[in-house]
C-alpha cells in the first residue's frame, strides 16, 4: 500500500505529462472500444428486464424488498455508463455519447446535463477547496477552513460527520432527484424540455407501476430500499477517490500532471472490484485521461505507476476496505476541533 501523500508537490518538468500521454498513445489505449460496451449496455439492460419481470412476477410481496436491493445495483451500473458517456468514452461523437448519457438519465431519474456540467468542474479542478463542487457538500467538511465555518446543526453533522457518513449516503438518491428537477425548474441545462420529459416520465412511471402492484406500505418500502440502497452504492463508488487526499487552496497552481494524480486515489482489485466500481478505482489513470474507455484503465495503470515512479512522484494505491478507512479517519479528523470545544 502506498501511503496517501501529505502534501501536493511542485513540478519540476512541464513536459511531464506529454512524455507519459505518448507513452499512452503508443500502447494503443485511447482507441475506442466499441464491442465491451456494447455487450456492457446489453447486460444491463438484461438485468434491468429481468428485475422488472422478476417484480412483475412476485407481485405484491414482502419479497419485493430482494428485486428492489437488486435494481439498486442495476440503477448504479446504468450510472456507470452515464459517467463514461459523459466523458466521451464510448464513441467518438459527442453527440452519440450524449444520446447514450440523456438516455440512461432518463432510465435512472438523474439531469445528464446537470451532472456532466458539475463533474466536468470537478475534474478541472479535484479537491480544490474553491472551484470544486464536490467539496462543497453542506452536510460535511472536507477541509478545515469548512469545518471551521459551520455553525447550527451543520456544525454538530461536521463533529460526527465520520459516524454519520455512511447514513448520509442514504440520502444520496433522494438528493439527485432533488438536483434533478431543480435544474429543470431553474432552467440551467441546456436540453431543458428534454430533461424535463425524461425526468417527469421516470418519476411519473416509477411511482405508477410500484403503487399499482403493490399495496401502500410495501411500495413505500420498496421505494425507500432502492434509492437508499442505491445512494450507498453511488456514494461508495467515488468516496474513496478523493476524500482524504490533499486539498488545494485558493491560489495555489500546481501542473496538470500533479495536480490530478496528488488528488486521486486508486484501489486495488481484480475484475470484481472493476465491475463493482465501474471502472472508477482507476481514479488516477480516469482524472489524467478522462476519454479513455474504461476497460483500458486497467492497462494504463502499471504504465503510469512506472512513469510516477521515474519522476519521483506520490502514486496513492489501497486495498478497498482501507481506503474507507482513510475516508473516515480523514473526516473524524476534521471533526475533532470541534468536538474538543463543546467538551
Not at 288 to 313: D, W
Amino acid at each position: 500500500m502506498t501511503a496517501p501523500p501529505q502534501a501536493a508537490e511542485r513540478p519540476r518538468h512541464r513536459s511531464d505529462f506529454a512524455r507519459l500521454s505518448r507513452r499512452i498513445r503508443d500502447a494503443g489505449l485511447f482507441d475506442r472500444r466499441p464491442l465491451y460496451y456494447t455487450l456492457k449496455i446489453a447486460f444491463n439492460l438484461l438485468m434491468l428486464a429481468a428485475a422488472c419481470v422478476g417484480f412483475a412476477l412476485i407481485g405484491d410481496s414482502w419479497w419485493q424488498l430482494l428485486i428492489a436491493a437488486g435494481l439498486a445495483v442495476v440503477f448504479a451500473q446504468l450510472a456507470f455508463i452515464g459517467h463514461d458517456a459523459g466523458h466521451k468514452q464510448i464513441f467518438r461523437s459527442s453527440r452519440a455519447n450524449d444520446v447514450v448519457g440523456y438516455l440512461h438519465g432518463g432510465l435512472i431519474g438523474m439531469s445528464y446535463g446537470s451532472w456532466l456540467r458539475n463533474h466536468n468542474a470537478h475534474h478541472a479542478n479535484p479537491n480544490h477547496e474553491e472551484h470544486d463542487p464536490d467539496l462543497d457538500i453542506p452536510a460535511l467538511s472536507f477541509t478545515e477552513q469548512q469545518a471551521g465555518a459551520k455553525r447550527g446543526f451543520q456544525r454538530w453533522l461536521t463533529k460526527y460527520q465520520a459516524y454519520l457518513f455512511f447514513p448520509l449516503l442514504l440520502l444520496e438518491g433522494l438528493a439527485l432527484r432533488i438536483t434533478a428537477v431543480r435544474a429543470v425548474i431553474n432552467g440551467t441545462v441546456k436540453l431543458r424540455k428534454l430533461e424535463a420529459v425524461l425526468l417527469a416520465g421516470h418519476i411519473g412511471g416509477y411511482l405508477t407501476v410500484v403503487f399499482l402492484v403493490l399495496s401502500p406500505p410495501i411500495a413505500v418500502l420498496f421505494i425507500v430500499v432502492h434509492q437508499c440502497l442505491w445512494g450507498v452504492y453511488l456514494g461508495c463508488s467515488f468516496a474513496p477517490n478523493h476524500k482524504g487526499m490533499p486539498t488545494l487552496k485558493p491560489g495555489e497552481k500546481i501542473d496538470f500532471l500533479r495536480k490530478q494524480v496528488l488528488t486521486s486515489r486508486n484501489v486495488r482489485g481484480g475484475p470484481i472490484v472493476d465491475w463493482v466500481l465501474g471502472g472508477l478505482n482507476y481514479q488516477i489513470e480516469h482524472h489524467l485521461f478522462p476519454t479513455m474507455p474504461r476497460p483500458n484503465l486497467r492497462r494504463a495503470q502499471p504504465i503510469v505507476q512506472q512513469f510516477c515512479r521515474e519522476i519521483g512522484l506520490s502514486y496513492s494505491q489501497t486495498g478497498w476496505l482501507r481506503s474507507y478507512r482513510y475516508v473516515l479517519q480523514y473526516l473524524h479528523s476534521l471533526g475533532a476541533p470541534l468536538r474538543a470545544q463543546s467538551a
